[in-house]
T-cell receptor, first 109, second 115 residues
């Protein structure tokens, strides 16, 4: 079953704005990962945050994890048209990796 | 809707044997299917992209003759790990997309252990 649920399902913003996507899950996890997918292409790994971490940065990406609320957020700052893609969270528990349904992000020039 | 299944969920095999993993879209037709593998404590890595009726496109570093992919119908893609070795032990996950521009739906994954 897919326990990661991204929110919103779709997001449309202008270049330069920040984009925030949320992910909620239900069971205990070892880590949570964010991926992006360009149209028709495979997933690309963006960032992994472990269950004992609360925040992580990578370039224009900032990921937070709140294990008490079983939620994570992905923030993309100063968005660009090239950031247009679908973004998935995936939770890793005991020997399983479960993906959410994704958030489609559209960044308009 | 949009359910993707994989079979088997777990498989243990001896070194040198071949293992076939099936990926099925249960309630939709998938023009494109993706195959990924994940090593313990690492992220998912794309292995290949398969389109129904055509040859799969493999990512750099993935051996075509080692990992045979067949996408014979709009609801089924298979990954065959040929002459499996212990280093092939991994978690394999597939995903399927209705159309090129649509989102992917993921299968539950197959855990392969080669002894």
């Amino acid at each position: 079953s897919q326990q990661g649920e991204e929110d919103p399902q779709a997001l449309s913003i202008q270049e330069g704005e920040n984009a925030t996507m949320n992910c909620s899950y239900k069971t205990s996890i070892n880590n949570l990962q964010w991926y992006r997918q360009n149209s028709g292409r495979g997933l690309v790994h963006l960032i992994l945050i472990r269950s004992n971490e609360r925040e992580k940065h990578s370039g224009r990406l900032r990921v937070t994890l709140d294990t008490s609320k079983k939620s994570s957020s992905l923030l993309i700052t100063a968005s660009r048209a090239a950031d247009t893609a679908s973004y998935f969270c995936a939770t890793e528990g005991y020997s399983t990796l479960t993906f959410g349904k994704g958030t489609m992000l559209l960044v308009s020039p | 809707g949009a359910v993707v299944s994989q079979h088997p969920s777990r498989v243990i095999c001896k070194s040198g044997t071949s293992v076939k993993i099936e990926c099925r879209s249960l309630d939709f037709q998938a023009t494109t299917m993706f195959w990924y593998r994940q090593f313990p404590k690492q992220s998912l890595m794309l292995m290949a992209t398969s389109n129904e009726g055509s040859k799969a496109t493999y990512e750099q570093g993935v051996e075509k003759d080692k990992f045979l992919i067949n996408h014979a119908s709009l609801t089924l893609s298979t990954l065959t790990v040929t002459s499996a070795h212990p280093e092939d032990s991994s978690f394999y996950i597939c995903s399927a997309a209705r159309l090129e521009l649509e989102t992917q739906y993921f299968g539950p994954g197959t855990r392969l252990l080669v002894l």
